[in-house]
């Protein structure tokens, strides 16, 4: 099932005890739906920022920059659309989908105030979390687990209902670690040699 920007705000709305509910996240004619517009994305970012989620995850060669930093022999431009760095890796560890992690930095041009990324690794790829997700691949227990988040923060800034963020942001938290568990459990490879049905009926 896949689920509307518009959907998470009702759930969440319902989440936080509230009973309205909008009828187009575009219009914002009420209180109620500007603080959700305020509140989504800086809370959807941070949740994202927190566990490598597969359906968030970019692997892309990095761009070189011409910045010169004393410590590393290569500077590269940091995504746009990265949330989170998770590993910088080279060429060949991407090619041989092996992801070996090498040493890296994230810098600062002084100049333009943007975030580089140093290595000495040449033809340097990262892998990250990025912002640029749409809500049709958020799985149903993110969903859960995010729109628990939301009324937290909606509890607290639309009814300062400091009992209630608390009590729904540890909900979210323990809602959370089950969501990485079942992500986590859909990436998992078992590296052990499987023969056949036909070969093990022989035995």
């Not at 989440?15 to 800086?42: C, F």
């Not at 959807?44 to 990095?62: C, I, M, N, Q, Y």
């Not at 959370?176 to 590296?191: L, T, Y």
């Amino acid at each position: 099932m896949s689920f509307t920007r518009l959907q998470i705000w009702n759930l969440a709305l319902a989440k936080a005890g509230i009973s309205r509910q909008l009828v187009d996240d575009k219009v914002l004619d009420s209180p109620l739906a500007q603080t959700l517009h305020n509140l989504y994305e800086p809370t959807l970012f941070s949740f994202l920022e927190d566990h490598s989620w597969s359906f968030a995850k970019r692997t892309v060669p990095l761009v070189l920059s011409d910045y010169e930093h004393i410590k590393w022999e290569y500077c590269y431009e940091y995504p746009d659309d990265c949330l989170s760095i998770r590993m910088i890796t080279s060429a060949a560890s991407v090619d041989t989908k092996d992801e070996i992690p090498v040493e890296y930095e994230i810098i600062t041009d002084e100049n333009t105030g943007r975030l580089l990324i140093g290595t000495n690794e040449a033809e340097a790829y990262a892998i990250y979390t990025t912002n640029n997700v749409r809500e049709e691949a958020f799985p149903s227990s993110f969903v859960q687990a995010f729109a628990t988040r939301l009324a937290a923060e909606i509890a607290m800034a639309h009814a300062g209902d400091r009992g209630k963020h608390l009590d729904l942001l540890q909900l979210s938290m323990q809602m959370g670690e089950g969501s990485k568990e079942i992500n986590a459990n859909e990436a998992v490879q078992v590296m052990e040699y499987r023969d056949s049905k036909y070969t093990r009926a022989r035995y």
